[in-house]
């Protein structure tokens, strides 16, 4: 199926859509502020070692140093075996015998800084390519442990023939069980060379410099998203389309040709309504074309989707509706988990269906769409209960997880107390109040949904309440709080 890329970027902030039959399939977002430095190759400086926390601290041109454990120095394995850093059989060499002031070491880093704590290092250099990741210290070939163990000998011994004897370690990934040789050969010479480019920096540059920065987004899109299937990626930056088509020409020369710039008057992204479309990604409800729909909804341990017939009685009888709803639904679905980024467990509750042959029917098709997910996808039967059950590889964050945040007033339950459970909760807490303290006079701060609920239906409640306590409450609308929040302040 013919694919389109279209890329927007703006200084703060990279979205890529992938658009397929003109609807919007994928959509990727990076932000400038937020890129991490995971993956970063730097020169660093040695500017203190530890002994007492067998640590040391590397300084790399950040605000602060960088932290390298004596676990995380690299050693290399007699006789080709996995790169471990400190073998379980063999005791640890401290790490003052390893490293010492002022030593330029070539450090990679393992974990992001975190409020006060620098950012943690390892001497263990890896570089991930798309269906591959190159250790360039090592000689080890592996292959992913979640890759059937039945594939994997056939697997490391097609690498090992394409590899040949230029040296260097590489593991395959997950995603990589179904590649050809040819995207396996282009993933080995982009790495050999993004390798020499570091070893090359690395002589000529300085203590505490950047030799190599994990690819930006725009540049992730010519290695993992540009497939036989892309016609065309369309970038609305002309800086960027030439540093792009720069990019291709020296590591992926099959991509450049297919680099467009964009020069319409409207936003790139305004030609398939990709906005609505994210817009919509948001919401629980998906409509589907025959007016059935589908209710998505995430949490923290799977993602459940419900199929709704709604308003549609198209066909011949109510068999017919239910079939052709949930096959609707099956296309809607693979394409929802995609834009989405849906990842974990997930449970699909089709409408029942009677016929064996209508499910049988609707898992096919369900199988079929997940099939063009470039994520790993696992795709059970209907269960007893007639629910779906499948996994989806979990890569990055969800797109709602990466552009919202839970609500401040419902806490991220999607719902709030109604206004009357509110009021009853702070005319409890008042007697709870009074039982213990004896002020002047009571005054409840609140919402004005709240204290308008309190000057009217329940001002009775309130005036008996009073007269129990023998206290005054006075009442202070506050427009910043949300429904469910007051405070009962003692004056």
């Given at each position: 199926m013919q694919q389109d890329i279209l890329i927007n970027w703006s200084p703060q902030e990279t979205r890529v859509a992938v658009v397929e039959q003109g609807a919007v399939q994928e959509l990727h977002v990076e932000r400038t502020l937020e890129r991490g430095l995971v993956g970063n190759v730097y020169l660093g400086k040695v500017a203190r070692v530890l002994p007492g926390m067998q640590s040391a601290f590397i300084d790399i041109g950040l605000e602060r140093a960088a932290f390298l454990h004596v676990a995380d120095v690299w050693h290399r394995q007699p006789e080709g075996e996995p790169p471990q850093v400190a073998r379980s059989t063999q005791p640890l060499i401290p790490i003052e015998k390893q490293v010492f002031e002022g030593q330029a070491l070539m450090v990679q880093v393992i974990k992001?800084?975190?409020?006060?704590?620098?950012?943690?290092?390892?001497?263990?250099i890896s570089i991930a390519g798309r269906h591959l990741v190159f250790l360039p210290q090592d000689d080890h070939i592996g292959?992913?442990?979640?890759?059937?163990?039945e594939q994997r000998d056939a697997l490391r011994q097609r690498l090992q023939n394409l590899v040949g004897d230029q040296g260097g370690g590489f593991i395959l990934r997950t995603n990589a069980e179904d590649s050809t040789d040819a995207e396996l050969g282009e993933d080995i010479a982009y790495l050999r060379k993004t390798w020499a480019r570091i070893k090359d920096a690395s002589v000529k540059l300085p203590a505490q410099s950047l030799l190599h920065q994990d690819?930006?987004?725009?540049?992730?899109?010519?290695?993992?998203l540009v497939s036989e299937a892309t016609q065309t990626i369309r970038?609305?930056?002309k800086e960027q389309f030439e540093m792009l088509s720069q990019f291709a020409k020296e590591y992926m020369p099959a991509s450049s040709a297919r680099l467009q710039l964009y020069k319409g008057e409207r936003p790139i992204f305004d030609l398939y309504a990709i906005d609505e479309e994210v817009a919509k990604a948001l919401g629980r409800r998906v409509d589907l074309k025959s007016g059935g729909y589908l209710i998505i909804d995430q949490t923290e341990a799977l993602t459940t989707v419900d199929v709704n017939t709604g308003g549609y009685v198209g066909a011949r009888n109510f068999d017919d509706t239910?079939?052709?709803?949930?096959?609707?639904?099956?296309?809607?679905?693979?394409r929802q988990l995609r834009l989405r980024n849906l990842g974990g467990i997930i449970i699909v509750d089709f409408i029942d269906m009677s016929r064996d042959e209508h499910q049988a029917a609707v898992l096919d098709e369900f199988k079929k769409q997940l099939a063009r997910d470039r994520v790993k996808t696992m795709a059970g039967g209907f269960s007893q209960l007639g629910l779906l059950e499948m996994t989806r590889k979990r890569t990055r964050e969800s797109l709602s997880h990466m552009l919202c945040e839970p609500c401040p007033s419902c806490e991220g339950k999607g719902i709030v107390k109604t206004t009357r459970t509110v009021v009853y909760d702070i005319l409890r807490e008042i007697l709870r109040e009074a039982r213990q303290f004896n002020p002047r006079e009571f005054r409840v701060?609140?919402?004005?949904?709240?204290?308008?609920l309190l000057l009217d239906e329940e001002s009775q409640h309130l005036a008996a309440l009073s007269d129990f306590i023998a206290k005054p409450i006075s009442l202070q609308s506050?427009?910043?709080?949300?429904?469910?929040?007051?405070d009962v302040v003692l004056l």
């Amino acid at each position: 199926m013919q694919q389109d890329i279209l890329i927007n970027w703006s200084p703060q902030e990279t979205r890529v859509a992938v658009v397929e039959q003109g609807a919007v399939q994928e959509l990727h977002v990076e932000r400038t502020l937020e890129r991490g430095l995971v993956g970063n190759v730097y020169l660093g400086k040695v500017a203190r070692v530890l002994p007492g926390m067998q640590s040391a601290f590397i300084d790399i041109g950040l605000e602060r140093a960088a932290f390298l454990h004596v676990a995380d120095v690299w050693h290399r394995q007699p006789e080709g075996e996995p790169p471990q850093v400190a073998r379980s059989t063999q005791p640890l060499i401290p790490i003052e015998k390893q490293v010492f002031e002022g030593q330029a070491l070539m450090v990679q880093v393992i974990k992001d800084p975190i409020g006060t704590k620098g950012a943690r290092l390892s001497t263990q250099i890896s570089i991930a390519g798309r269906h591959l990741v190159f250790l360039p210290q090592d000689d080890h070939i592996g292959v992913s442990q979640k890759i059937p163990t039945e594939q994997r000998d056939a697997l490391r011994q097609r690498l090992q023939n394409l590899v040949g004897d230029q040296g260097g370690g590489f593991i395959l990934r997950t995603n990589a069980e179904d590649s050809t040789d040819a995207e396996l050969g282009e993933d080995i010479a982009y790495l050999r060379k993004t390798w020499a480019r570091i070893k090359d920096a690395s002589v000529k540059l300085p203590a505490q410099s950047l030799l190599h920065q994990d690819l930006t987004l725009l540049q992730r899109v010519l290695r993992d998203l540009v497939s036989e299937a892309t016609q065309t990626i369309r970038i609305d930056s002309k800086e960027q389309f030439e540093m792009l088509s720069q990019f291709a020409k020296e590591y992926m020369p099959a991509s450049s040709a297919r680099l467009q710039l964009y020069k319409g008057e409207r936003p790139i992204f305004d030609l398939y309504a990709i906005d609505e479309e994210v817009a919509k990604a948001l919401g629980r409800r998906v409509d589907l074309k025959s007016g059935g729909y589908l209710i998505i909804d995430q949490t923290e341990a799977l993602t459940t989707v419900d199929v709704n017939t709604g308003g549609y009685v198209g066909a011949r009888n109510f068999d017919d509706t239910i079939f052709k709803t949930n096959l609707e639904a099956a296309h809607a679905i693979a394409r929802q988990l995609r834009l989405r980024n849906l990842g974990g467990i997930i449970i699909v509750d089709f409408i029942d269906m009677s016929r064996d042959e209508h499910q049988a029917a609707v898992l096919d098709e369900f199988k079929k769409q997940l099939a063009r997910d470039r994520v790993k996808t696992m795709a059970g039967g209907f269960s007893q209960l007639g629910l779906l059950e499948m996994t989806r590889k979990r890569t990055r964050e969800s797109l709602s997880h990466m552009l919202c945040e839970p609500c401040p007033s419902c806490e991220g339950k999607g719902i709030v107390k109604t206004t009357r459970t509110v009021v009853y909760d702070i005319l409890r807490e008042i007697l709870r109040e009074a039982r213990q303290f004896n002020p002047r006079e009571f005054r409840v701060v609140a919402a004005p949904s709240v204290i308008e609920l309190l000057l009217d239906e329940e001002s009775q409640h309130l005036a008996a309440l009073s007269d129990f306590i023998a206290k005054p409450i006075s009442l202070q609308s506050e427009t910043a709080m949300g429904q469910e929040q007051y405070d009962v302040v003692l004056l």
